[in-house]
């Protein structure tokens, strides 16, 4: 894809000029093309004017010399004797004369015919040059006459000339009046043009071919033959007689070779200019382009790449590569380009997309939904408790983190789903074409896929997710209301403590709102002294002496309320902080075990685990650090376990516990009679005491169901070699239905409610059970 | 340059001189007016004021030359028979200063019937009209 786009770049812009250069060239040449024909068409022209001229002037010249031949014969002695004796064998005799004469003068070669004329023009002698007899033949050119008679007035004074055709041969007449002012007859010249007409190859110096109208040839210059037809003009020029008839036919041709060298010559160097100005244009916009858009992109790039990724290694080896070549330039606008797009549609880190892509998506399916009406799920999916990893263990870690989640998550999607990050922890889904029921499924995929731990840095982490889904166009049909939406859903969901809530009504804001409050407060306080332990002393029925103290977490908010661990602790469950949670409490434990043992020795400390401490090898090692650097018996410790942690993977736990055990530590099972224990798992666990719920305690002096279950249970407790604890103790009454059902030892606020360390060594001081103000 | 004023002078002093359209007590006629007259009044005289040396290369027939310069009163007198006789007077065309000279000499005589062909040998050959050359060779 970046490799096609840098050719097109490049290709791209070369081509564009080479295409307009070549279409400016084909345009000059097909130019230079009608140009051409237009010169040959002008050179035609030319070269007909130019035989029309001097034909005109070879004839003009002729009519000339036949009128100073009129002019002379007239003048003759002999011709004027000849005219007076009226005898016209005498006169065409004389006029006979005149050819004789004639040959010797070179004016009068090209008579043919001499004809007398009395002033009504009737013929009064005749001579031709090549026939004799010509007083029988007919008159050459005998129009001429006729409408010569037909003038009046001094009109008749003036000479009158035409050409004719006579045996399909032209002529050239002239009629010459004989006398001054007072005509006594008329004299008519009659010469061929043709002959005359031979001289036009030497006045125009081209050869000429001169032919009748019928194609008959009369004369052709020697030249003519020569001239090869390809690089030849041809004009052709035509005299025609008085009445319009076409007569002579003169084609003159001229060579044209240098005319079409010429041509050729300028066509070569338009095309040398067309190409010059192409590679010059080619190589001046690349240079243009090179360092005003190139150069400055390319540096952009690299910085670009440079920060945003962080000095991969293989962006590190971009600038090294892109060496000031020229090339490089291309490459950089094309890693640009990615480089920018992918700043525009995708999140940095994880590589999935960012809100406008998602956003833009949403509207996209909003708009298709118009058309064809389908349903699009939007899923809002929160990592639940993700800021303790980032600030516990690092930005860093947080990160590869939010990657392993993103790669799970985009497994369980299908092709046209798009996932996005919105920020943070934050991830939005966008299911086009479902409805309510996959939406669902996807979500308990989702919920799948996290279940496994992620190995992160030596870390091993849970992640857990809250999703919400909206779904469009049930519960909205703009891209806002459905994220709102889907949003309230997620938070509901969290509230619920259910993986996944579709949006629905009654998912008020406050409640959402307030859920994101405690976020904020719980994320930001984990590291301060604000988390802190009170002990709560459970006592022995038999000698009224402390059994031990349950050690219970507090979580002081900036206002100064108290937290109990029912808010917190499955949220750190969630997150996979509860490991690190409970580790300090098994920390603190001791620490303040090492005093409160000074008070009263051989004091043990009950803490309660999480289920998921119960899945977790290292559990049994940070015990035994603790202990170790505490220099404290392992008797000291008791372990509370819900019974639900022990169900959830018992041949797991029950190895664990064992472990525990054998290191000397005395477990206890908490709430008990709230799960659905198994008695026959029960018995196999290596537990020595049960702690029955105070649910069924508080009220069992007045619940006598309760009481019956109480009584069972610790019958039961006993039958298995077990000690019974009873919890929520509060009265007198109940403090001695117990000690009357044989149960072991009581906990609650008949005999002291929960105690800073402080407090408690006090308590433990006075040996007297402090009662509380209530 | 003084050269170059001379060339530039000579010809202009020869070349720039137009004979006006008319001369009083004279008519000005054209080459076939002159036709007419010399056909129709018999009794005519065409008179050629140019030098000798022209008429050489042709004169208009029954001319008689006589060059303006030695035009008068007498002269004229010898060639016209009477003060109504029909005259007429060219020379070799518009540029041409004799014809115009001679005219008013005739019209200061008291000839009343004088024609001025003011265009002369140049629109007489213009026309085609006939020039009668003498055989001299």
Known sequence: MIKRLHINLLTGLVLSIVLLGIISAATTLITTRIYRGLTFDFERQYMSRLVAIKSSDILAQLEHNAFQLGLRIQASEDFKTARAANDEFVLSEELEQQFKQGLITENTVTAVGLYAFDLDFKLLGAALRDASGALDGPVLCPDLASKARLREGPGRLQPATEICLSGNRPYQAVIIPVGGLDPSGYLQVVSDPVSALYRLDEVLNMPIRIELPDDTRLYESPGWGEIPTASTVVSDFIVHTNDSRPAIRIAAARNADALVDKLDQTDTRLIAVVIAIILVSVATVLWFVKYSVFKPLQELSNRLRGGRLGGGDAVSEIPAALAPAAPASFQALGDLYETLRDMAIRDPLTGTYNRALLEDRLKQAIAEHRRTPTITAVMLVDLVRFKYVNDLLGHHTGDVLLKQVVERMAGVLRESDTLGRLGGDEFAIILPDTDGAQACQVAQKIMHAMESEFEVENHTLSASVSIGIALMPEHGEEVDTLLRHADYAMYAAKKSQSDYTIYNPNITEEAAMARMALDGVLNENIERNDLFLVYQPVLDFRTGRVNYLEALIRWRQPDGKVLLPETFIRVAEQSGLIRLLSEWIINTVCRELVRLQQVSPGLRVGINLSMHNLHDYKLTEVIGKALERYRLKAESLLLEITETGVMLDPNQVIEILNELVSMGLTLSIDDFGTGHSSLAYLKRLPVHTLKVDKSFVIDMDTDEDNASIVHATIDLAHNMGLTVTAEGVETRSVYESLKAMGCDYYQGYYVGEPMESAVIIDWLNNGRLTRSSR | ?137
């Open chain 2, 1 to 137: 340059m003084l050269s170059v004023v001379m060339l530039g002078a000579a010809p202009a002093a020869a070349g720039d001189y137009v004979s006006p359209p008319s001369i009083e007590g004279a008519v000005t006629i054209d080459a076939e007016k002159l036709i007419a007259l010399m056909v129709q009044r018999k009794d005519t005289v065409l008179i050629d004021s140019r030098l000798e040396t022209d008429r050489v290369d042709g004169y208009i027939e029954g001319s008689a030359p006589l060059v303006d310069t030695r035009t008068d009163c007498d002269s004229l007198a010898r060639l016209i028979g009477t003060r109504t006789t029909p005259v007429i007077f060219y020379c070799n065309g518009v540029r041409c200063e004799r014809s115009g000279r001679a005219v008013r000499i005739a019209v200061s005589c008291g000839y009343r019937e004088v024609y001025w062909f003011r265009g002369g040998i140049k629109d007489w050959q213009l026309k085609k009209f006939p020039l009668i050359q003498d055989d001299s060779e």
